[in-house]
Nanobody, 116 residues
Framework: QVQLEESGGGSVQAGGSLRLSCAASGRTFSNYFMGWFRQAPGKEREFVAAISWRGATTYYTDSVKGRFTVSRDNAKNMVYLQMNSLKPEDTAVYYC?????????WGQGTQVTVSS
């Protein structure tokens, strides 16, 4: 089992930056595909970014490409989401996700608010 805890959310003005962190428990962190999702008020949770087990491959939703960067440090059991050039439409609760086949775990989420 994996437990996830996000941090780093907050309020920023448009154009600003935030770095989200996700701390994972467990000895098999490197076996999990890690991702970030977000959910805005009244909307479905949506995929934002993901990174493969060793960090060799990353994936992004189109709306964040070129602005967000996902990374991981398997030695520290950490995954990060660097968010630059933030826009008001990025406002949401951001969730860390760990996936390994049928095993899927979520953090409690961290709020990101971007004002215009």
């Amino acid at each position: 089992q994996v437990q996830l805890e996000e941090s780093g959310g907050g309020s920023v003005q448009a154009g600003g930056s935030l770095r989200l962190s996700c701390a994972a428990s467990g000895r098999t962190f490197s076996n999990y595909f890690m991702g970030w999702f977000r959910q805005a008020p009244g909307k479905e949770r949506e995929f934002v970014a993901a990174i493969s087990w060793r960090g060799a491959t990353t994936y992004y939703t189109d709306s964040v490409k070129g602005r967000f960067t996902v990374s991981r440090d398997n030695a520290k059991n950490m995954v990060y989401l660097q968010m630059n050039s933030l826009k008001p439409e990025d406002t949401a609760v951001y969730y860390c996700n760990a996936n390994r086949g049928i095993f899927n775990y979520w953090g409690q989420g961290t709020q990101v608010t971007v004002s215009s």
